[in-house]
Antibody, heavy 119, light 106 residues
Framework: EVQLQQSGAELVKPGASVKLSCKTS????????MSWLKQMPGQNIEWIGN????????GYNQKFKGKATLTVDKSSSTAYMDLSSLTSEDSAVYFC????????????WGQGTLVTVSS | VQMTQSPSYLAASPGESVSISCKAS??????LAWYQEKPGKANKLLIH???TLQSGTPSRFSGSGSGTDFTLTIRSLESEDFAVYYC?????????FGAGTKLELK
């Protein structure tokens, strides 16, 4: 069974950084892409970027370049997203989601991680 | 590519059929997926390629359309179908989503 288990909720101060994780199981990590997505309350889901599990190659939404950095640890089949210089606009639920192709649908999703930026 | 979903809210009763519309701001061929969101659960892929049911999706769900206009239809609603539904285009980067349709129990 494919599973994407995301790390727990985070409360972070403005200006700080946070690293979210998405631990996977049930499939060959290297053969798929992992995307990260953002959903603010009442807003559309936004695609942040993706990373290929095989070689760590990345692609980013221009809007999130400089804000998000995607990495993987193949040894633990885990994907990570670093968010830097956090502001209130970064308060949202963040999802990881797996796709077969770099540009495709998302067959499996994590449960989401709530990030709250507040002093 | 902007995705416009309608309606935003839809109230229906079990056994009824409903349709949700998704319009793209430019042609996306059939590169469209539909998802279901329920509280406390991971988002579920229902349909991809406009009309292809993902494995495990009940046959009462169907998708249609190509180009700019797409429809998700749910026949004979069951209690488990009351949820939020999203469309997503993957024809161009970045992938973009509709704002969602909340299907509520009448």
């Amino acid at each position: 069974e494919v599973q994407l288990q995301q790390s727990g909720a985070e409360l972070v101060k403005p200006g700080a950084s946070v690293k979210l994780s998405c631990k996977t199981s049930g499939y060959t990590f290297s053969n798929y892409y992992m995307s990260w997505l953002k959903q603010m309350p009442g807003q559309n889901i936004e695609w942040i970027g993706n990373i290929y599990g095989g070689n760590g190659g990345t692609g980013y939404n221009q809007k999130f370049k400089g804000k998000a950095t995607l990495t993987v640890d193949k040894s633990s089949s885990t994907a990570y997203m670093d968010l830097s210089s956090l502001t209130s606009e970064d308060s949202a639920v963040y999802f990881c989601a797996r796709s077969t192709r770099g540009r495709g649908w998302f067959a499996y999703w994590g449960q989401g991680t709530l990030v709250t930026v507040s002093s | 590519v902007q995705m416009t979903q309608s309606p935003s809210y839809l109230a229906a009763s079990p056994g009824e059929s409903v349709s949700i519309s998704c319009k793209a701001s430019k042609s996306i061929s059939n590169n469209l997926a539909w998802y279901q969101e329920k509280p406390g659960k991971a988002n579920k892929l229902l349909i991809h390629s406009g009309s292809t049911l993902q494995s495990g999706t009940p046959s009462r769900f169907s998708g249609s359309g190509s180009g700019t206009d797409f429809t998700l239809t749910i026949r004979s609603l069951e209690s488990e179908d009351f949820a939020v539904y999203y469309c997503q285009q993957y024809n161009e980067y970045p992938p973009t989503f509709g704002a969602g349709t909340k299907l509520e129990l009448k």
